[in-house]
């Protein structure tokens, strides 16, 4: 076996299984969370099979309809296209308490306990489920399907589960038939799309769940408030699976979700609108209700994501997969200026400033310019552009170089074919983007991609994706993912504001890592806010310099604490050394962690103002706020460690800040463990203070 440095299981508790004879088996059937706080229920009669959650004996999902429909004329014929009506014929009990460690994620040892309920099902009216069985054979050997239900004490999850059987020798379902049902009076976090092939890059709103529009795609996760709770609503361990989006559906005095599988492109293969092909034995992903008592509380509950996705192959050896910050050179002028001596000063400074990494956008490949984005043009360094040299001189000063490359491209060069030859060159990582589908097809693209990547040392950052899942536990070398409005565009448009930043850590940062590229230094407030492209920036300009660079809403010290709240176990930071060198707080970056040994949310609301203190893996801590408007934030220094410590803090300037978003008060002082620090927080922005042992610095 080959040493598995970044991800290693510790057990700690074996898991306890037992079976409940038919005899003894009741209608409901219920499993909960190890503090007893939570309950899932499940029955089943012939109306159909339902699930309801339920907290302190209070119901917060009503219960709620299960269920397929799968495409008539391929694995079921016409009387059984549904599978609903089922009937209880065993169940299995167990409990697990293990723990795992990681130098990957946002704490360094993560602990998983559960609960856990298996129920196993069998068609209440047996059916000819597969025309190359018999009738009577059909009759005596019923579709069976078993519901797997997790119970913690942070939330809920269920998959669905055949069984080996003939009736499921390859099947394709159409739809998922089940729901989330609330009270009408529910209100909601959302973000939706027009259709279902996207990026995964909208906003997140909060309005009533009822009232969401039905026509649309609503996105992951949903925040719902529903009798003094916050529940999220998200999926686990996708894999050969389709990717699951919701609609909102009104009626029976209910506000619901329903579920919305992503469709598998038309092709000989698939039946119209079909969204999973699959034989048994095979598996869904997890329907995941993470629960606290608002969305700060949910901040102290997702590990349920990660822990509900497989440990990684121990055959495989991830020790090259290493966190750290990274340069980049397509925020500032999209490439037009990509060169191999403005690439090597970018990797000086990386390594100046004490980052692993360099990432090259696109432009690298293909023709001089920007039409590289799909098929049609050669994975090779375009002329003039020296790769060799610049990996080469990247490796003298400890910085990895990350290649941007189509996915086309990949898929048309071939997977195997296109990592060997990025190992060849001496590539640590590939962004790959523009996939903008999450069907089944592209989930296992995704999945050959990283085992083709973790077979020659090579990490993956996905962009134009899918939301995270809790996959980079299985695939360490899955280091992020983009689906999130990032700061990119702030080139095109003014979308990405300071209210919809203090959305993402309750939102999309809730699912996992998403690379959304922080750290701007040109720093204006909203009002004064003008996109880059409206300012006579041409994406592609042939000009050596675009005189107008892009600018970042709210203060410098709001886009520093970005740096330290947002979770990518590759950072990459989007300025360029021009504007940060010699800049005010650019000392807060340096060195700066990228995964933790320990994360701990201290105050926040959904959409106003966040605050977070992180311990780094070399003994530092940081504090890092950000804030709509104006306030103070109080913090308990009762994390620190004995002794003296000295606290370097980089926040708005109360003399200069609100006229200059670029101003930024330092200041240095000692402080001890037990002691209260508070910071004054003005509009649109933010504080950072950095903790280190004296002795340390």
Sequence with gaps: MRNNAVMLELVLTAALFAATPASALSDPLTVASPDGRLQAVFSADDGGMRWSLLRDGKTLVKPSAMGFRFAVGNSCDKDAAELSAMRVVGARRSSADTTWATSLYRRGKVRDRYNELVVELEEAEARAARTELGKADAERHPRRMDIVFRAYDEGVAFRYMFPSQAAFDGFQIKDELTEWRFDQDAMAWTTTYAGERNSQE???VRGSLAAVDGTRYVGMPVLVETRGATIALCEAALSNWAGLFYRAASGDGDARLVAALSKIPPSPAAT???AVIATAPAVSPWRVAIVGDDELDLLRRNDMIVNLNPPPDPSIDFSFVKPGASTWDWWVESNN??????????????SEMGWPYHTIDGGWYGFARRPNHGPNVRLEPRKGFDLA????????????IWVWIHWMKIEEVGVEETF????????????????????QEMVNWCERVCRAAARHGIMVNFHGSFKSTGAERTWPNMITREAVLGNEMNIFNRR????HCATLPFTRFLLGPADYTPGGFGNVYSGDFVPQAAK????GDETDRCPHWAEEMGTRAHSIAQCVQFDSPVMTLCDWPERYRGAAGIEA????????????????????????????????????ATTVRARTVDLDLGFLGDGEWKMTVYADDPAKTPSDAKALSVSVRSVRKGGRESFALCDEGGAVAVFEPRGME
């Design 589 to 624: 970056l340096r060195g700066l962690p990228a995964a933790w040994r320990d994360t701990r949310p201290v105050a926040g609301r959904c959409g106003e103002f966040y605050a977070v203190v992180r311990e780094a893996h070399d003994g530092r801590f940081y504090f890092a």
């Design 420 to 439: 060997s030859r990025l190992e060849k060159w001496g590539v640590v990582g590939v962004k790959t983007d523009f996939l903008e589908r999450q069907d």
């Design 272 to 274: 119209a609108d079909v």
């Design 389 to 400: 040299r610049i990996v080469s001189h990247a490796k003298e000063r400890g910085v990895g």
């Design 496 to 499: 990405n504001t300071p209210e």
């Design 337 to 350: 200026s990509l060169s191999t001596e403005l690439t090597l000063k970018l990797v000086d400074f990386a």
């Design 536 to 539: 006579g920036h041409r994406y």
């Design 202 to 204: 909208e906003p997140f």
